[in-house]
């Protein structure tokens, strides 16, 4: 059942509408919350008038930033730093506002088409400061005391100076990539309840990281948090952006505490485009160093990340991801980075799927394709000879990511671009191309190669019990995001203990059924909780074959499990069904050990990430006229170690290249001179459709499994998405035959146009 | 500002609904609120992702962009109508085979448009297939397995 492409358990009540969303979630005698957001990028708050809001007839409640003042800014969850903890957001406006969709006050009615009347009603008084939307400009102000350089920090691996000083070639190039996000089609929400009866606060409609937002909910709330559930519902997309702790879950939190009354939130989508986290937006500066041969001896980069006007919950994990995963699939053994983390007068920014690593891929692939051009060599050639070889696995890359050191597990690079080079007959492919633009075609063919990284620990447990009807219930601590989370888990579970999947139910994301959880991001879950998921059921089984041949009057060796019974080899007649396994293991009965029940609960842990790898290879046409930029054929091979279900992992594949496509040519979150976000409907944020997306074809390898987990397994999250940046700007190159055209993102067709008409390499090699 | 509520009825998939609602009060919002039928799902409120596509006497409309109010009298469906009891309709038991979904946000909208486009245009061709499912987004499967499974079932609705 391993590596079969099943049908997902999650599918019918989500085609039925059946699904629970958080909008979906009412409860009796509930408030309904909606946030006054700031107008204005940057000022100091005069005033804010509640009276005429108050008025209103149905509004509960209306609470400025004096009312939660006393409560903590939002901690950070990850790379965080005590540098960054003056720029941690407060979860409504205290003196200053700092971006267009900041909360300033928060409205509680009857209803959420009053509260809305509440909102309009609340007159909010800023006197204007000058904003900063230019993060790799001169430093701001932040506060009267501090500026907006949040973070800097540097690695470096090996002797940079001596490689530039030995190098026969070096090149100096700038890249960047604009402003664009998630957007999962689910709006944000949230509905808490206080039970008076029992003193718990319950959080429904959690996301990702259930657990660690109970701890961070409980802190701030000064409550234990045992006296805290947070409980995940169906959610609709993810994408680094859903399920981190904002502004808005606290309030809901302390309004029910306070109201004495549920407190729901649904966002609206607006909202969304100025509130939930944006991402991307780094400007790089780099320094190649290479031999005669274009091997890359040398890397100096320097990066800043626009951080927007907090820094949230994730610290500084995209700066940091970037620096570490810049290197990617090549040698390159000296490297220096040195990340900067700014703060500008923009919504704060994220993680987004591949956080970092988009960037940094087509920053790397970029600088490839420049030594490349610049040296004559063939663009696969050229990564031909700095791809890390088989046999230097694991590859020790010198620099830490996410508190742990960058060590590539396994990888056959080299066969990876075999298999896409013979896939797209790249002579033949690259002649037809040229022949086509010597007809007067813009079309052209690009390359990105990638290391991605998944599965980081430290730990993820799983329980599976089997009940007296012999159903099968694992539960663990980490959460679905939509992604096939159960049936992966099912089928993990369901082929060791030889059940049928349909026997087998998952629970996630309740924090009040676990003791621990993680969650779901940096692609974990299915390396972390299938790997747990797979132990407690290796151990559940040999439980069950314990028990039965205690019934069986057996010996253990004697017998087997097959279609969810223990049975003795050879006569299928003396068998006892799990179910009755479980029905004898009362807490009174002879056979119990240390435990009653048939259950199991074992926990992987691990200090190391593994790394997954991958290559795409795309064919766009250009059409000078309009300037758009449409994607012929695309390829994405990946190496995901050992795929549970491929057609998950396709999937993933598939819709995270949609994704990336969008950051390249359509999604751009852009402001005026003054700080006021021109992007903040679908009318503008545009995002493939189904009329912009290629048929891809993907190609699934597993010739190097993880060593890191019995399964093999690595994550398939992120991949698809990853080199699509740089892809589409080498094509783009290629179509126009000017090598370095394309140094920024997104490539939108306004930017494409004026590429076209101006005639003359647009390159700063 | 709050205003007098107006009492309609709406019928959905065959069953008739007594509802009191405000003027202002959109058709997926009563669908959801009022009438407890949550399978339609909001993703933008302003008519552009598709999700809250519903058919009202039998053409797509996005009920986010329409009032209650206007359908009194008319008849609409809902992504609860389409399967038979625990049979599932054609397109939600392609959508299932061909992993059309991950998340599952969009797909009532995908379902019922093309439902609709199925039901209206039993032959209609691939190209013009993919300009119709273009008009709803999709953040999670990138298309591919909506156009196969919309596909397959078309095949499916024909024979």
């Not at chain 1, 005698?29 to 009276?51: C, F, N, P, Y």
């Not at chain 1, 957007?183 to 009866?197: Q, T």
């Not at chain 1, 994408?239 to 879950?249: A, I, K, Q, S, T």
């Not at chain 1, 969650?519 to 132990?535: C, Y």
Request: proline residues 5%; negative net charge; charged residues 20%.
């Amino acid at each position: 059942m391993i590596g079969e492409s099943v049908l997902r358990l999650e599918d019918q009540p989500l085609l039925r509408g059946e699904g629970r969303f958080v909008a979906d979630i009412n409860l009796p005698h509930q408030l309904h919350m909606r946030i006054v957001r700031s107008q204005v990028a940057h000022g100091t708050i005069e005033s804010i008038d509640a009276a005429e809001a108050l008025a209103v007839p149905g509004v509960a409640a209306v609470w400025t930033g004096a009312d939660v003042a006393a409560i903590p800014p939002i901690d950070f969850r990850q790379v965080g730093a005590d540098q960054m903890v003056p720029y941690r957001q407060p979860i409504l406006a205290q003196d200053r506002v700092r971006y267009v969709g900041e909360p300033v006050a928060a409205v509680f009615a009857v209803d959420p088409y009053v509260a809305e009347d509440g909102a309009e009603a609340v007159v909010v008084e800023v006197s204007g400061l000058a904003p900063l939307l230019d993060a790799a400009g001169p430093l701001g102000d932040f506060d009267g005391r501090l500026d907006t350089e949040a973070y800097v920090f540097t690695e470096k691996t090996g002797d940079v100076d001596g490689a530039f000083g030995r190098a026969e070639h070096v090149l100096e190039a700038d890249f960047s990539v604009g402003r664009h996000t998630g957007v999962p089609l689910e709006c944000r929400g949230a509905v808490a309840v206080h039970h008076r009866s029992t003193g718990t606060l319950e959080f429904l409609g959690a996301a990702k990281v259930p657990f660690q937002n109970r701890d961070a909910l409980a802190r701030m709330l000064g409550l234990p948090p045992s006296g805290v559930v947070l409980r995940e519902a169906h959610v609709g997309g993810g994408f680094g952006v859903r399920g981190e702790l904002y502004p808005e879950d606290v309030l809901v939190a302390l309004a029910a505490l306070r109201l004495g009354r549920p407190v729901k939130w649904i966002e609206d989508r607006q909202e969304h485009l100025v509130a939930a986290n944006h991402s991307r937006d780094q400007r790089y500066r780099l320094r190649v160093a290479t031999d005669a041969s274009g091997v890359v001896e040398g890397l100096e980069v320097e990066f800043v990340s626009d951080q927007g006007a907090y820094v949230r919950t994730h610290g500084a994990t995209v700066a940091t991801l970037a620096a570490a995963m810049l290197p990617g699939p090549y040698r390159i053994p000296n490297y220096r980075v040195t990340g900067r983390v700014r703060l500008s007068n923009k919504t704060p920014a994220g993680t987004y799927r591949a956080p970092g690593r988009y960037e940094s891929t087509f920053v790397r692939e970029r600088a490839l394709d420049a030594v490349a051009a610049a040296l004559g060599i063939d663009r696969a050639e050229i990564r031909r000879r700095n791809l890390i070889g088989s046999e230097e696995m694991p590859f020790e890359r010198g620099v830490d990511a996410l508190g742990t050191p960058v060590v590539y597990d396994s990888g056959q690079y080299e066969m990876m671009l075999d298999r896409v080079m013979a896939h797209i007959d790249y002579r033949a492919l690259t002649d037809s191309l040229a022949e086509r633009r010597a007809n007067g075609e813009l079309v052209g063919l690009g390359l990105g190669f990638f290391v991605e990284k998944s599965g980081l620990g430290p730990f993820a447990g799983s329980r599976i019990e089997v009940d007296p009807a012999g159903r099968v219930t694992v539960t663990t601590g980490e959460a679905s995001v939509g992604q096939g989370f159960e049936t992966v888990m099912a089928q993990i579970c369901a082929e060791t203990l030889a059940v049928d999947l349909d026997k087998v139910s998952v629970v996630h994301g309740q924090t009040d059924q676990m003791s621990y959880g993680m969650g779901a991001f940096a692609s974990r879950a299915t390396v972390m909780a299938g790997t747990a998921t797979h132990a407690a059921s290796v151990a559940l089984r040999r439980r069950a074959i314990e028990v039965a041949a205690e019934m069986l009057e057996a010996s253990p060796d004697d017998l087997e499990l097959v279609d969810g019974a223990v049975r003795v080899v050879g006569s299928p007649t003396q068998a006892v069904s799990l179910g009755a396994i479980a029905s004898s293991l009362g807490p009174a009965s002879p056979h119990v050990q240390d435990r009653p029940g048939l259950v199991t609960e074992e926990w992987y842990t691990t200090s190391h990430m593994n790394y997954p790898y991958g290559l795409h290879a795309g064919v766009v046409a250009l059409d000078p006229d309009t300037g758009s930029v449409g994607i012929e054929r695309y390829v994405i091979a990946y190496d995901i170690g050992r795929a549970i279900n491929p057609m998950l992992v396709e999937g993933q594949i598939v819709g995270g290249a949609a994704q990336g496509f969008g950051g390249a040519l359509f999604e751009d979150f852009s402001y005026d001179e003054i700080g006021q976000p021109l992007v903040t409907t679908f009318m503008d944020y545009l995002m493939p459709t189904a009329a912009e997306m290629p048929e891809l074809e993907i190609l699934l390898s597993e010739d190097a499994p993880s060593p890191l987990n019995p399964l093999g397994v690595k994550g398939a999250g992120e991949g698809g998405t990853n080199a699509c940046g740089a892809v589409i700007a080498s094509a783009v190159d290629d179509a126009l035959g000017r090598p370095g055209a394309v140094c920024s993102l997104p490539l939108t067709p306004e930017r494409l146009h004026t590429l076209c008409r101006s005639g003359g390499a647009a390159s700063r090699v | 500002m709050n205003q007098r509520r107006v009492e309609l009825t709406l019928t959905v998939n065959g069953q008739r609904h007594e509802v009191a609602v405000e003027p202002r009060k959109t058709l997926a919002d009563t669908l959801r609120e009022d009438c407890g039928l949550t399978g339609t799902h909001l993703g933008c409120e302003h008519g552009v992702c598709g999700a809250c596509t519903v058919l009202v006497d039998d053409e797509p409309v996005r009920s986010c962009l329409m009032f209650a109010v206007q359908c009194g009298g008319q008849a609409i469906r809902t992504v609860e109508g389409l399967a038979d009891g625990e049979r599932l309709h054609p397109i939600q038991q392609a959508f299932w085979e061909h992993h059309g979904l991950q998340c599952g946000f969009c797909t009532p909208g995908f379902l019922m448009l093309a439902t609709s486009v199925l039901e209206s245009r039993p032959d209609i061709g691939d190209e013009e297939l993919r300009e119709v499912l273009a008009s709803n987004l999709c953040r999670c499967t990138g298309y591919q397995n909506i156009i196969t499974s919309v596909h397959a079932a078309r095949d499916q609705m024909r024979s």
